[in-house]
């Protein structure tokens, strides 16, 4: 895996790749396997800063991302949620965020 050595507590980023696809493409990848199921609140801006060590505009960008691709919606005071049909989603146009 060249672009991650993520462990929960450290996450090394390619350079040749902007952070917010390789941050979205976990996220993405948690979705596909079950880690977040539909319905299940994604890690906010904050907790992504916290996770990934990345800037508020970067999570930001991550949501915005996933939001625009169908696979989570935000409501807003509450968070946002992977999307009933993220899985279905993800099936269709598979890619890397």
Do not use: N
């Not at 539909?38 to 970067?58: N, Q, Y």
Request: charge should be neutral; hydrophobic fraction near 40%.
């Amino acid at each position: 895996m060249a672009w991650a050595a993520y462990l929960g507590c450290v996450m090394e980023f390619a350079p040749d790749e902007p952070r917010w696809r390789q941050v979205a493409r976990i996220i993405r990848a948690r979705i596909e396997d079950g880690t977040y199921p539909p319905g299940t609140r994604v890690p906010s801006v904050a907790e992504m800063l916290e996770e990934f060590g990345i800037a508020t505009s970067t999570g930001q960008k991550v949501h915005r991302g996933l939001r625009a691709d169908g696979l989570i919606q935000t409501q807003v005071g509450m968070g946002s949620f992977v999307t009933k049909s993220a899985k279905e989603k993800l099936a269709e146009s598979p890619h890397d965020g």
